[in-house]
């Protein structure tokens, strides 16, 4: 699994605060993605990072921000929550070698926003 | 921005049947992923493709990369209650920032 911890794995939170969300990994991988699943619309990328303080958006960014400061936490920021936002968030990590590339994912945050 | 298109949408099958399973890209794929996931689970890394025509093998599913690099299929020979799941088909978009995107999975149901 490539040393991914997502916290937390669930939280209830009230429309219009905010919430961060964290991946943390342990081996230094360069890139890390935030997803979001819903049912019928697979996984959307919310934003990725290529580096640290190196950060791009997704497909579904709007309301949401992220920062990595350093190699190891990739932080997702819902800067105040709607109904819309709730769903369960993945992170990945891609690990990139000689011929090979696989990508990790944690075992998902479950957010419900009230 | 690359978009991929899995088709079904779902699929159900009675054990011990074979099955198929497309991903279509919109643009060259540069690395082309096939995961799987259970139910309110993580997803489980199946295998990866670079190469046009490429083929891989993972137990009793056979994924392959056309030539043109634009579509990719996942075979699962003699399907078992335990091949249930999503199957999810990912797009790396080449260059230096990896952005890694999915297309929307395949809900796979195998009845016993």
């Not at chain 1, 968030?89 to 590339?101: D, E, H, K, L, M």
């Not at chain 2, 091949?83 to 797009?91: S, V």
């Amino acid at each position: 699994d490539a040393g991914i911890t997502q916290s937390p794995r669930h939280k209830v939170t009230e429309t219009g605060t905010p919430v961060t969300l964290r991946c943390h990994q342990t081996e230094n991988h360069r890139y890390m993605y935030w997803y979001r699943q819903d049912p019928g619309h697979g996984l959307r990328l919310i934003h990725y990072s290529y580096g640290v303080k190196d950060t791009d958006k997704g497909e579904v960014s709007d309301g949401y921000s992220v920062s990595r400061s350093k190699t190891e936490d990739f932080l997702l920021t819902l800067e105040s929550a709607t109904s819309s936002q709730t769903s369960v968030y993945f992170c990945a990590i891609s690990v990139r070698g000689p011929g090979n590339t696989e990508a990790f994912f944690g075992q998902g945050t479950r957010l419900t926003v009230v | 921005s690359q978009e991929l298109e899995q088709s079904p949408q779902s699929l159900i099958v009675q054990e011990g049947k074979n099955l198929t399973i497309n991903c279509t890209s919109s643009k060259t794929l540069y690395g082309l992923y096939w995961y799987k996931q259970k139910y309110g689970e993580g997803l489980i890394f199946l295998m990866m493709l670079q190469k046009g025509g490429e083929e891989k093998s993972h137990e009793k599913i056979t994924a392959k990369l056309d030539e043109k690099k634009q579509q990719s299929s996942l075979h699962i020979t003699a399907s078992q209650p335990s091949h249930a799941g999503i199957y999810l088909c990912g797009a790396d978009s080449g260059g230096s920032n990896y952005k890694l995107t999915f297309g929307k999975g395949t809900l796979l149901t195998v009845n016993p």
